[in-house]
């Protein structure tokens, strides 16, 4: 079945570093993949998208490309600020006709000041 | 997009009795999901629930413990049956919006605790 392996956490980083959450997914079809964010107290947000191969979705100074080579969608973001400390999911569906998703683990990311 | 919303927010409950949760979403769609996001943990799919036909349960899941109700494009349900700690967790209503491909939008959960 379909499934999405994601970098485990929890993740610590520095105010303006680098941040990249690896996600790699096994699925049958050409599947839709997602970054969801769920922010302390919060509910879960769609971060971002992509829906065919190459395909780059990016939101809030976060970017995740579609890499049907290498199985792939890395969420990354360039420069943290204190208010991306969130949990961030990987997530797949299989849009043909069957839109259920399929959540990666979460990673838990804390950036400090 | 669409806009849901849960009913209750949160909940705590005694160990053998049920609670019923609603979601209300503000405009019709087709399809409708129910996840369960227990401490610590990623989301799981319960069931779809389609209007008009029975809702289809994942694996591990049963409609005797989780029946949903579809009464019309707007709405449904979610009852947590016979609860047990284990069930403490947070359940999630999703639904797809038209008009922005497959994505899927999210409720606010209701957070439930079993004593």
């Known amino acids: 079945g379909d499934s999405v392996t994601q970098m485990e956490g929890p993740v610590t980083l520095s105010e303006e570093a680098f941040l990249t959450i690896n996600c790699t997914y096994t699925a049958t079809g050409y599947p839709s993949l997602f970054w969801y964010v769920q922010y302390p107290g919060e509910g879960l ?51 043909s006709n069957d839109y259920k998703l399929s959540f990666g683990a979460g990673t838990t990311v804390t950036v400090r000041a | 997009s669409a806009v849901i919303s849960q009913k209750p927010s949160r909940d705590i409950c005694q160990r053998g009795t049920s609670l019923t949760i609603q979601c209300q979403v503000d405009s019709q769609v087709t399809m409708m999901f129910w996840y369960r996001q227990q401490p610590g943990q990623s989301l799981t799919l319960i069931a779809t629930a389609n209007q008009g036909s029975e809702a289809t349960y994942e694996s591990g899941f049963v409609i005797d413990k989780f029946p949903i109700s579809r009464p019309n494009l707007t709405f449904s349900t979610l009852t947590v049956s016979n609860m047990s700690p284990e069930d403490s967790s947070i359940y999630l209503c999703t639904t797809l919006a038209g008009g922005a491909g497959d994505t899927q939008y999210f409720g606010p959960g209701t957070r439930l605790t079993v004593l």
Do not use: I, M, P, W
């Not at chain 1, 780059?56 to 995740?64: D, H, I, L, V, Y």
């Not at chain 1, 579609?66 to 204190?82: A, C, I, M, W």
């Open chain 1, 45 to 95: 947000q769609l971060l971002l998208k992509a829906t065919k191969a190459d395909d780059k979705g990016s939101n809030k100074g976060f970017e995740a490309t579609y890499r049907k080579e290498t199985t792939s969608f890395h969420l990354e973001k360039g420069s943290v600020q204190v208010s991306d400390s969130a949990v961030y999911f990987c997530a797949l569906s299989e849009g």
